[in-house]
């Protein structure tokens, strides 16, 4: 079983930017591959960015590259989403999942075992 608790959500103006942080507790947090997922109301959950066990493996949604950037520190057993350049679309809840396949590149909701409860984050315009 693994925990995972998201913070560093907010409100901030578009154009400025947050950290995410994901806490993970449990099993040994460095065998999972980590994705970060965001949902809007009435809309359905959506990947965002995926790192795998290592952190030498990251990959992207195309709506955030160049803005979003994923890292972990297994040592902390905490994984990061910085956000810059934030958009009032980008508004939404973030969550952090886990999944026990390591690697990096999937963007499927079915594929991770292990989810937090969510952060928002809400950008003005």
């Known amino acids: 079983q693994v925990q995972l608790v998201e913070s560093g959500g907010g409100l901030v103006q578009a154009g400025g930017s947050l950290r995410l942080s994901c806490a993970a507790s449990g099993r040994t947090f460095s065998n999972y591959g980590v994705g970060w997922f965001r949902q809007a109301p009435g809309k359905e959950r959506e990947f965002v960015a995926d790192?795998?066990?290592?952190?030498?493996?990251?990959y992207y949604a195309d709506s955030v590259k160049g803005r979003f950037t994923i890292s972990r520190d297994n040592a902390k057993n905490t994984v990061y989403l910085q956000m810059n350049s934030l958009k009032p679309e980008d508004t939404a809840v973030y969550y952090c999942?886990?999944?026990?396949?390591?690697?990096?590149?999937?963007?499927?909701?079915?594929?991770?075992?292990?989810w937090g409860q969510g952060t928002q984050v809400t950008v003005s315009s």
């Open positions: 790192i795998s066990w290592s952190g030498g493996n990251t």
């Open positions: 999942a886990a999944q026990e396949y390591g690697s990096s590149w999937y963007e499927g909701v079915h594929e991770y075992k292990y």
